[in-house]
């Protein structure tokens, strides 16, 4: 089993940037493929970006692309997600999910373990 913990949200302004941090413990970090979700208030949990165990491939949401980049430290057991040129419909809890597996999924069904969330709230 891995325990997940999210840190880094906040309040930030439209055009401005948040780093997310999730530190893992418990099994081995690089076992697991990690994703980033987040969910609005009255909205479903929706996939933002992952990452493969050894950083070989990443897969992004649409609406992330391009402003928000995922990265991994195995070394330190940790997961990274560079927000930029954040937009208000970015405000969400954002939740990092581990996978036991080699393959990305967007489907938050397909993940085994989660964090407990952080908060980003971006103002206009």
């Known amino acids: 089993q891995v325990q997940l913990v999210e840190s880094g949200g906040g309040l930030a302004q439209a055009g401005g940037s948040l780093r997310l941090t999730c530190t893992a413990t418990g099994r081995t970090f690089s076992n697991y493929a990690m994703g980033w979700f987040r969910q609005a208030p009255g909205k479903e949990r929706e996939f933002v970006a992952a990452?493969?165990?050894?950083?070989?491939?990443?897969m992004y949401s649409d609406s992330v692309k391009g402003r928000f980049a995922i990265s991994r430290d195995n070394a330190k057991n940790t997961l990274y997600l560079q927000m930029n040129s954040l937009k208000p419909e970015d405000t969400a809890v954002y939740y990092c999910a581990a996978r036991q597996s080699i393959v990305l999924s967007m489907s938050p069904r397909q993940y085994d373990y989660w964090g407990q969330g952080t908060q980003v709230s971006v103002s206009s």
């Open positions: 990452i493969s165990r050894i950083v070989i491939n990443q």
